[in-house]
Structure formats: C-alpha cells, structure tokens
C-alpha cells in the first residue's frame, strides 16, 4: 500500500525525459548564466598593490594571509585564487594535490606568454573582495610558478615568499595530500622534490621581481609581531598590532601561532629524513636549514 501511494505522489517522469540530464544541465546552466552576470556587474577596482603570498604547500601560506588579512586596510581572498577561477589550472582537479612541479609546465608562466585572460582572471578575484580596502592580498602555491607572469599583469604587485624547513612540509605534503590514484598518497621523495623544487623556481624568478620579501616560517611563529611590522612596512601600511594570545583558524585548526616543526619531524622515519635529504639537501642548506642524517 505504502509503495502504490509513494508512487501516484512521485509519477515517473515522462518517457522523452528518460535517460537524460535534462534537470542537472539546466540547474548547471543557470548557475553559469547567474555567475556571468555577476562578472559582468563588478567593477573593475584599482588596488593601491596586489599582494600574492608565495611559496611551498604546507609552509604558512594561510597562516601569512590571516595575519594579513586582519589588517583593516588589507581584502584577503576568502580561499586559494586557484579555486575561484577558470582562468588557472587547479592542482586538485588535475590530479596533483600539493604537487604541481609534476607537471610544471601546466603551471610555469613568465611575463612573455599571454597566458590566461587577465580580464576575467581580476574580475573573477573581484567580486569576492572589498574594493574599498587599499590592498587586494591572495595566495595560491602554485604562483610560485608564475609570479613574473603576476608582476607583468597586476598592478604594483608584491610578493612575500615563506619558506619553512623542508623536512617538516614533505611531511605535511604526504599527510595531507589526497591523489586519488595513489592509495598510500605521494611518496616522501615527490614531496622533498615539490619543496625544492618550489624554491629553484622562486629563486630563478627573484632576479626579475620588483618588489619581494621572503619570510621564514620559523621567525614568524616565534615573533609574529616583528615578522607582522616587517611585512607591513614592506607593504607601506600603518602598524597594526596583534593581540596578545590571539588565535588563528588554520586548515580548520584554531589556537595561537606556535612552531609546528617538531611534530612534523617525529613524523618522519630515518629513511623519510636520508629521502629528503638526498632530494633538497642544497635547497635546505641555502635557507639555514640543519641536514638531518
């Protein structure tokens, strides 16, 4: 009885609509349609600087953009700008979670190449800022890759690039990476050589950057307040202090800034740390890193 009454309330679509997608590609296309009406109704903003922060996964990029962001006069992307266009390969839909030098020419860009469609790129960021603030402030890791491109097409851009101990971000690469296609995620090898990989590029690029700060992820959880007024004198904004014992949300994480370092390391077995040190060891000794045996 139950079944007969549940099918007269639910009647079975009619049969030209079997086997289709009718619904799905309808509701798809009028998200399309709302999105590019959206697009169409930003104006078009000229920050005072576009700020990209830079570097390797799992080094301090958010934590870098929440101390940032908190600045009054400071709009922050609400999440990594690779996701929040069509304009960028997105390492995730790819396949690389936290790996794009596997494939860094989908990634590498330079001021000679057009590239993508810097209209539609800066729109796309636009609508999700506050176009009232003086400074636009995003990051993805995959820039790191293509910062002279940014540069060449974003005005007055400046780049602070973080870098942490090599050892504890493969670490952090292998345990929060997800591949679908590999059931173990990424060998402790491919993430050393993300890592050093990461830094060769930023390196090889510097030369031809304006504007760029590095930062070491060390000294910003040890002193966030002197690392914070570096930055923003860097950026020629007013100091804004930080409230004592203040906490951050980060990946879903919310406590006061600390060093996680040594956790990553316990992390690691000895093979993992020779592994490492055989892929990025230069790498790591050029940033005042220890080479651990």
Request: charged share 30%.
């Amino acid at each position: 009885m139950l079944q007969a009454i549940d099918r007269r309330e639910r009647p079975e679509a009619p049969l030209l609509l079997n086997g289709t997608r009718w619904r799905e590609t309808l509701r798809g296309a009028l998200g399309a349609v709302h999105r590019e009406l959206r697009l169409s109704l930003t104006p078009f903003a000229r920050p005072e600087r576009w700020v990209f922060v830079v570097g390797c996964y799992n080094s301090g990029t958010e934590l870098l953009v929440r101390l940032l962001g908190s600045h009054p006069q400071v709009s922050a992307l609400p999440e990594e700008g690779q996701f929040l266009t069509d304009q960028f390969p997105a390492d995730y839909e790819l396949g690389l979670p936290r790996m794009w030098a596997l494939r860094e020419d989908l990634f590498r860009l330079n001021e000679l190449e057009q590239g993508p469609d810097v209209a539609r790129l800066k729109r796309e960021w636009l609508m999700r800022l506050d176009r009232s603030r003086r400074v636009f402030l995003e990051k993805s890791p995959p820039n790191a890759a293509r910062t002279r491109w940014l540069q060449q097409h974003f005005e007055n851009a400046h780049f602070i690039a973080i870098v942490r101990n090599g050892y504890a971000v493969a670490e952090g690469i292998r345990r929060k990476a997800e591949p679908f296609h590999l059931k173990d995620g990424w060998p402790i090898e491919l993430c050393a050589r993300q890592w050093n990989r990461s830094y060769e590029v930023l390196l090889e690029d510097a030369p031809y950057l304006r504007k760029l700060l590095w930062v070491h992820y060390e000294d910003l959880a040890a002193t966030p307040e002197l690392e914070l007024a570096r930055m923003l004198e860097f950026l020629q904004l007013p100091p804004a202090p930080l409230a004592q014992g203040a906490s951050w949300e980060v990946h879903e994480k919310n406590e006061p800034i600390r060093d996680m370092n040594e956790e990553s390391l316990r992390g690691l077995s000895l093979a993992d740390r020779m592994t490492v040190t055989r892929e990025a060891g230069p790498m790591l000794r050029h940033f005042g890193y220890d080479v651990l045996p």
